[in-house]
T-cell receptor, first 112, second 113 residues
Framework: IAGITQAPTSQILAAGRRMTLRCTQD?????MYWYRQDLGLGLRLIHY???????GKGEVPDGYSVSRANTDDFPLTLASAVPSQTSVYFC???????????FGPGTRLTVL | GENVEQHPSTLSVQEGDSAVIKCTYS??????FPWYKQELGKRPQLIID?????GEKKDQRIAVTLNKTAKHFSLHITETQPEDSAVYFC????????????FGTGTQLKVEL
């Protein structure tokens, strides 16, 4: 059982380019989340999905979009990357009970 | 929305001493308070959590206390060891807000030999 995986591990991207970060979980969790982690700011929620077919905006959604076509996958897309989107991105998932959020290994993204 | 403040941002203790990290939250409707540990270059991992109907919870060397009246909760680590060195994050979840967490900004704990 892999748990929750993310790809790529790291990426350097030119500003203005489109990028999709991938997240897959095999725990059959209903809920999934995307966070960004920046030094001194902790973890901030970008988007979330309580169940397949639904998504919602978190604290910092601007410039990002998500989709949840099935239970396992929750990709995060940057339509036109900007340098301020340089960050470490973590995907997480949780079930209803217990409701612990489990995090993926993260993707380090640098936008130049 | 919820706002979580965490202090201190850095904490250095001698091995064997205790460490305390404190968090305050803004919304009295919050009902779930997890603590995550993140080692350098790794993912955050849950170490302990507490719900609003409990005042204290303990798991070996770590404990969490919750004061709902004052809207603050604390992580206590006793008999600290070098492997406790990491960044610790507190978080809070609003009742009726699904399972969305609001995180504090983290505490870098260093346990010195």
């Amino acid at each position: 059982i892999a748990g929750i995986t993310q790809a790529p591990t790291s990426q350097i991207l030119a500003a203005g380019r489109r990028m999709t970060l991938r997240c897959t979980q095999d725990m059959r969790h209903n809920a999934m989340y995307w966070y960004r982690q920046d030094l001194g700011l902790g973890l901030r929620l970008i988007h979330y999905s309580n169940t397949a077919g639904t998504t919602g905006k978190g604290e910092v959604p601007d410039g990002y979009s998500v989709s949840r076509a099935n239970t396992d996958d929750f990709p995060l897309t940057l339509a036109s990357a900007v340098p301020s989107q340089t960050s470490v991105y973590f995907c997480a998932s949780s079930d209803e009970a217990p409701d612990t959020q489990y995090f993926g290994p993260g993707t380090r993204l640098t936008v130049l | 929305g919820e706002n979580v403040e965490q202090h201190p941002s850095t904490l250095s203790v001698q091995e064997g001493d205790s460490a305390v990290i404190k968090c305050t939250y803004s919304d009295s409707a919050s009902n779930y308070f997890p603590w995550y540990k993140q080692e350098l270059g790794k993912r955050p991992q849950l170490i302990i959590d507490i719900r609003s109907n409990v005042g204290e919870k303990k798991d070996q060397r770590i404990a969490v206390t919750l004061n709902k009246t004052a809207k603050h909760f604390s992580l206590h680590i006793t008999e600290t060891q070098p492997e406790d060195s990491a960044v610790y994050f507190c978080a809070a979840r609003l009742t009726g807000g699904g399972n969305k967490l609001t995180f504090g900004t983290g505490t870098q704990l260093k346990v010195e030999l």
